[in-house]
């Protein structure tokens, strides 16, 4: 079993940058692809990113692609997500998730509990 927690999130202004973190305890994700979706509120959950277990590939959502970064660490057992310029339609609660690469929220086996990020104009 998995268990992940996105940390990082929180209240920030627009044109800031924010990176937040997936660290999971349980089981190494060393092995796993991981993925970074997100969710305003009333709608559905969207992929973001994705990367592979080595972090040799990296997948991105078309829209806005240009202001995520993932980024993992096996060592510190954490995936990463940078986003920058952000902007008040960027008020989501990321979740990260991991098994896949996957675009498709059934691809993935674990999930974290979610971090909100709120920006403000």
């Known amino acids: 079993q998995v268990q992940l927690v996105e940390t990082g999130g929180g209240l920030v202004q627009a044109g800031d940058s924010l990176r937040l973190s997936c660290s999971a305890s349980?089981?190494?994700?060393?092995?796993?692809?991981m993925g970074w979706f997100r969710q305003a509120p009333g709608k559905e959950r969207e992929f973001v990113a994705a990367?592979?277990?080595?972090?040799?590939?990296?997948y991105y959502t078309d829209v806005g692609a240009g202001r995520f970064t993932i980024s993992r660490d096996n060592a510190a057992n954490t995936v990463y997500l940078q986003r920058n310029s952000l902007a008040p339609g960027d008020t989501d609660v990321y979740y990260c998730?991991?098994?896949?690469?996957?675009?498709?929220?059934?691809?993935?086996?674990?999930w974290g509990q979610g971090a909100q990020v709120t920006v403000s104009s």
């Open positions: 990367i592979t277990w080595s972090g040799t590939s990296k």
């Open positions: 349980g089981r190494t994700l060393s092995t796993y692809g």
């Open positions: 998730a991991a098994s896949s690469t996957s675009r498709t929220i059934e691809a993935y086996s674990y």
